[in-house]
Each structure stands twice: as C-alpha cells, then as structure tokens.
C-alpha cells in the first residue's frame, strides 16, 4: 500500500515539472479580447422576452406625463349683442321652438323685456310673483334681493286692475273657452278652442284665484311690452314655460 501510494505522488510531481518546463519554453501570448460589432440580430426566441430583456429593440424608457392642472373655462359667446339682458333660462332653452314663438320680420320684441335676473327690493317673500302694469314687467321674488323679470303684456285701456290673488290652477296648453262678456264685444271668436299652438292662452296658464284672469303665454312675441290684453298678463310661450317651473299652485300674485 505505501508501495503504491510513493508512485502515485512520484508521478503527479513529475506532471508538475514537465508543464513548468513547458510553460518556460512556450512564448507568452496576451489574452484575445472580441469586440461585439453592433447590430440588429434575428432570433427565434419566440414571445420575444428574452430579447425585450437584453436585445436592441427594448422601448426607451418615457417619463410619466406632468399635471399641468385643470383646463382654462372660456365662456361661449353671447347669441346676444352686449347691449341686449342675456335670458337666463330653467326649464326653457334659449334656442326657440318655432311652434313655441311665431316670427315677424316687420314686428319685433323690444329686446329690453328679455328675461333677465335683477335687483329688486321688495317687503314680498321669495316665491311672490309681482306684475307691474305700467312697466310692463313681471317679477319672481328670490332671495337676497334679487328677482328673475320678465316681459309682459298687459290689459288695454279699460282693461287694467291691480290686486292680490293667489295661483289657484296651473295647465299645460290649455284650452280657451272666452267669458260670455268677450262673446258679446266679439261675436265672431269661437266658443271654444283646444290647446296648441295657435291657441290664444300659448303654453301654459295659470290662473288667478277665482277670477277670469291668467297669466299666460302667446305665441306673438311683438305684443310683449304693449297694453293688448283684455285683463290677462300675457308672456312668450318660451317666458312662460321657465315662469311655470319656478312657481308653485298658492303661489301669492300682486298686480300694480
């Protein structure tokens, strides 16, 4: 055994010294050194992610884009010239049905008696509906002194009151049946008409107590702003329609 384990040392000494000898004789050589030309390889990788990881066609990495905060509010421009109230509408948009308001070339509405909101000091609570006759102005009482007006027309000579009343009725074209009183001025009127268009009471009617009054609309918009009626307060179907979704039945009605 020590036989064997002498000659198995004796041999890998003598392996040892034959490669220094050889080393010494052999001439030294640097290490070669390959530079990678760059270019765009094909590969049969399949899904692509080995090549997404260490390839040349990785996407560029893209910063997140800045907040630049909200966008600037331009307000749209008026359909109405500077010097003319802009109607504020709720319940009636501004662009006008032509079955709602007839046109006249020759006849226009003085555009003073456009719907607008305003100031205006009353002892009436909000929710008081107040028509000035001589003005020819109707107001809805809102709150902090302000009120929404509207252009009316009113009563002819001989036709005008004032008083107080409450809205005891409100109705979506109506239909007219004229007081016996209005048959005899004018016999020739039809003893009744169904609500629609042409329909003298417009759109909407809301009545007045007891009374023959109403507040309602027409379908003649150049009447507004004149003494035309026969005792009611007449609006524009358009007017009358916002007026009516505002005002409730009690409502309390004061005419000047």
């Known amino acids: 055994m020590r036989r064997r384990f002498i000659h198995h040392a004796t041999l890998a000494v003598s392996v040892l010294v034959a490669n220094a000898a050889a080393a010494q004789q052999a001439p030294a050589t640097p290490p070669m050194v390959v530079v990678a030309q760059p270019q765009r390889m094909q590969s049969n990788l399949g899904g692509g992610f080995i090549e997404y990881l260490f390839g040349d066609d990785r996407p560029a990495y893209a910063p997140p884009p800045q ?14 010239p500077e010097s003319q109230p802009q109607p504020l509408y709720v319940n009636a948009g501004p662009n006008v049905d032509p079955m709602l308001e007839q046109q006249r070339p020759d006849l226009k509405m003085d555009p003073q008696f456009l719907p607008r909101e305003v100031d205006y000091r009353t002892a009436e609570p909000p929710g008081t509906i107040v028509v000035d006759t001589p003005q020819h102005f109707l107001y809805l009482v809102e709150d902090n002194g302000r009120a929404m007006r509207y252009g009316i027309g009113v009563g002819r000579p001989g036709f005008t009151w004032s008083g107080a009343h409450k ?90």
């Open 67 to 80: 907040y630049a905060g909200p966008p600037q509010y331009v307000a749209p421009p008026s359909a109405y």
């Open 167 to 256: 809205i005891s009725a409100k109705k979506e074209w109506p239909d007219w049946v004229p007081p016996e009183e209005m048959l005899q001025r004018q016999p020739y009127l039809p003893h009744f008409m169904p609500g629609g268009p042409d329909n003298p009471l417009g759109a909407r009617a809301m009545y007045l107590g007891s009374t023959l009054y109403r507040i309602h609309g027409s379908n003649e918009p150049w009447t507004i702003g004149k003494n035309v009626s026969s005792g009611c307060i007449r609006m524009r179907n358009t007017d009358i329609i916002d007026l009516y979704g505002r005002v409730k039945v009690g409502a309390r009605v004061v005419v000047m």
